[in-house]
């Protein structure tokens, strides 16, 4: 039997419950996985609490970045062997959820992973790296010598983009809402930081470049501080939406984006992983980086699998930088009763 988390209605964490399950044998073009640790991204979180637009049907299995080992392989699976170390990657998700220890997946949404790094490690990783990978060189076209505004810097993504910017050759700069976070957010290479809480920001910005403004914005805010920040952009700048942590609604600045010519458009990395060339070749591109160490990931809590709920509660308070991660221990060892 799996212990297979699920909800059963929107609401708090507490609508997250752990079941015992018999997982199916997989089917043609799956494996099953038994899961040692699972990624905890703030979209979960909205869906659980009903205030995504997307709803998956009831009773609902969350959850789309685990990493495990392959324990079987459903017909037509090739070159997957039992015991192969591996990551879920979202492109496969949607009737597939990851909050379980053992789950199936299309085996077309794995991606194979070295030992060089624990299972925590790697599951805190991919969902983070690919996003700001692909909004950043993909979709923004971010180069070395230009100006990046990274918002939300604390959060894994925003962690990731600073260090694929850095990385880039392009001069970052970093937005938090209070001081708190501006030393663990230093260790990830921004040039500035800034502090949105109480200060003028566009006026910061353009001090900063010199009056020029920034190339590029990545931020998962939208609202109306991404028409806010659409004032600090240089002319033909981009700004790139990839979330929508504010509830009120984002207006296209109409008059300021055709006198400057600046760009509003939104991002979300299946449009990377489903390209045959670019797809590959980001995963590719990442892995190495992660293996070296030119990219890392700080864990910033981790909860076993039975206080999943916490973890969601700890995304949600949002005092921390980088990661929150689940881990799975076997189903035969957890307590009785």
């Given at each position: ?5 699920r909800?059963h209605e929107?609401?708090?964490p ?8 018999e997982?199916a044998a ?6 099953r996985?038994?899961v040692?640790?699972i990624?905890?991204?703030?979209l979960?979180?909205?869906?659980r609490s ?12 969350l ?6 080992r ?19 990657l ?17 085996a077309?949404?794995?991606?194979r ?13 991919w ?6 990978w692909?909004g ?37 700069i ?12 230093a ?7 800034l502090i949105?809480?109480?200060n ?5 910005i ?6 020029r403004?920034?190339?590029l914005?990545f931020d998962?805010i939208a ?9 600090s ?6 700004l790139?939406?990839y ?7 984002t ?5 300021l984006a055709?006198?400057r010519?600046?760009t509003?458009?939104g991002?979300?990395m ?13 995963i590719?591109?990442?892995r ?5 160490g030119?990219?890392?990931?700080p ?7 039975e ?5 969601h ?7 921390h ?6 881990t799975v221990q076997?189903?035969?060892?957890w307590?009785?009763?």
């Open positions: 039997m799996a212990k297979v988390v909800i929107f609401g708090d507490a609508v997250l419950h752990i079941e015992d399950m997982v997989p089917g043609e073009g799956e494996v996985i038994a040692e640790a990624g905890i991204n703030r979960e979180a909205t869906i009903g205030q995504s637009p997307m709803k998956p049907p009831l009773p609902a299995i959850g789309t970045e685990a990493v495990g392959i324990a079987a392989a459903g017909k037509g699976v090739t070159g997957w062997p039992v015991g192969t170390r591996v990551a879920t979202s492109a496969a998700s949607g009737t597939y959820g990851t909050y379980a220890s053992e789950i199936l997946y299309p077309a949404g794995l991606v992973l070295p030992d060089v790094l624990d299972s925590v490690d790697w599951a805190a990783s969902v983070a790296f690919l996003t700001a692909g950043l060189r993909d979709s923004g076209g971010l180069k070395a010598g230009q100006t990046v505004i990274i918002t939300a810097a604390s959060s894994a993504i925003g962690v990731a983009a600073m260090q694929i910017a850095r990385n880039l050759g392009a001069n970052v970093a937005t938090t809402r209070t001081p708190a976070k501006i030393d663990q957010l260790n990830f290479g921004p040039h500035h930081i949105t809480e109480d003028d920001v566009v006026g910061e353009r001090r900063i470049t010199g009056g403004g920034a190339d914005i998962p609202g109306a501080f991404a028409e806010l920040l659409m004032d952009l240089a002319e033909e700048g981009t790139i939406l979330g929508g942590l504010s509830r009120e609604p207006t296209f600045p109409r008059p055709m006198r010519c600046l509003m458009r991002f979300n299946l449009s990377l992983l489903s390209d045959e060339d670019r797809g590959p070749a980001a590719e591109a990442l190495a980086g992660i293996v070296s030119a990219y890392r990931m864990v910033a809590h981790r909860f076993p699998l206080n999943i709920a916490d973890a509660r700890a995304v949600e308070r949002d005092a930088v980088g990661k929150v991660v689940v076997d189903p035969d060892e307590p009785s009763g």
